[in-house]
């Protein structure tokens, strides 16, 4: 499974895109919700817990999460964080580096955050368990 996340529009303090979910076939792309993160900085500046990760290709596994006390999908290996999620969430305030995800687009907000997650906690837990590798691109 590949999730293709585009980011659209970059402010500061704020990093607004969509998310795109495709199966096995590319034909069955489809809109997901959108993604809300940190602010996009130049390469080699990283302000701790505001600053969204490079662009690129990271491989997503299911894990228990310390912090949040339940299995929750993480990005592996990404250069200079750790800990990175995908979670419920609807402002920067909340993102600490990981990316959120909502229903609704807001101008530096997200909305319905809990529904989009447990929608995509639901299809990435459905491919894990399928023994499909997640894999989520992230664009430049």
């Known amino acids: 499974m590949r999730l293709t996340l585009d980011r659209q529009q970059r402010d500061e303090d704020v990093t607004i895109g969509s998310l795109v979910v495709m199966?096995?076939?590319?034909?069955?792309?489809?809109?997901?919700?959108?993604?809300?993160?940190?602010?996009?900085?130049?390469?080699?500046?990283?302000?701790?817990?505001?600053?969204?990760?490079?662009?690129?290709?990271?491989?997503?596994?299911?894990?228990?999460?310390?912090?949040?006390?339940?299995?929750?999908?993480?990005?592996?290996?990404?250069?200079?964080?750790?800990?990175v999620r995908i979670h419920p969430g609807n402002t920067a305030d909340d993102t600490e580096g990981c990316i959120l995800v909502g229903m609704d687009r807001k101008l530096k907000s997200i909305g319905r955050s809990r529904v989009a997650y447990e929608s995509l906690f639901d299809v990435l837990d459905s491919a894990k368990r399928r023994g499909e590798p997640i894999e989520l691109e992230i664009l430049p």
Not at 39 to 50: H, M, Q, S
């Open 23 to 83: 199966g096995a076939d590319p034909e069955t792309a489809l809109f997901h919700c959108y993604t809300l993160e940190d602010a996009v900085r130049p390469d080699g500046v990283k302000i701790y817990g505001e600053t969204a990760i490079p662009a690129g290709r990271y491989t997503v596994d299911i894990t228990y999460s310390p912090r949040f006390k339940v299995m929750m999908p993480l990005l592996i290996n990404v250069a200079g964080f750790v800990g």
